[in-house]
């Protein structure tokens, strides 16, 4: 018997209808916002009802807007996270500029200075400021004391009560005085204070030879040490802070880098000095 032959199916090339594939494949139709003319959905969906055409121009409105309020909301969220960005730079910098500020600002060094000294009562170290008849507690220790210092303080073209408080202050006119940190005699020299002597002025001291103990030596050394600090900072209060701290740290505070503000003891030594009067001596 004869095979059957099922008769063969012509194929339909898919065909196009407003701009849609239709056949073996569907897509979506493409949402069209034109202004005047023919409706933009009409031919694309092959109808004509107003109803519906007019649901599709909502759909596509509402679509459109979406999309646009959506795109300005990131611009607008990635500039004001920009700006965020550029603020929390300036205020980490100003942050900055302020510590400095605060460590080596003129109003801060002022302030220390013109806070009235402090005595506290029971201060066996340092129980009264200096006497304005200090030549009288000088000589208790060496009847030469008062007549050293002063020959010392002209020498070096500092004035003589400047030179004389800073030794009562560090050693009360004691020659054998002593800290822990090192210092020595009446004027509280170091090795380092030596050790700068020497590569700022030329000066040959030898710090472990050096004799701290013998008063004139210490006084005439500390005379000219407090003026060399003076010329170094360029005004007597930074050279008095400085002869007690080091000018090294003084440095440091004064250009905004040093980590600390002035110790409590450098503070003292100011304010027993300047006594509320920056100006008490001069520039």
Known sequence: MADLLEPERAEVPPEKVGGLVVGDEEVDPPVVVEVGGEHPHSAAVGVDDPGLLGDLDEAAAVSGGDRLSDQ???RENERGRRENEAGDCENGAGGRENEAGDRASPSTWDAILRTPPKIEPGDRAQPTLMPDDWEKEANKENPNYAQWIKEAAEREHIPVVLLARPYYKESIFKATAGSTAGAKGIAQLTPNALKEMNDDMGTEY???AFNYYDAKTSIDTGAAYLAHLHRKFGNWPA???????G??????WRDGVAANEPTDETKTMLQRIFRTDPKAFGD
Do not use: E, R
């Open 72 to 74: 300005a909301t990131v």
């Open 239 to 245: 050279a008095v802070g400085s002869y007690n701290a």
């Open 247 to 252: 000018s090294t740290w003084m440095k440091k």
């Open 206 to 208: 030898n710090p472990k």
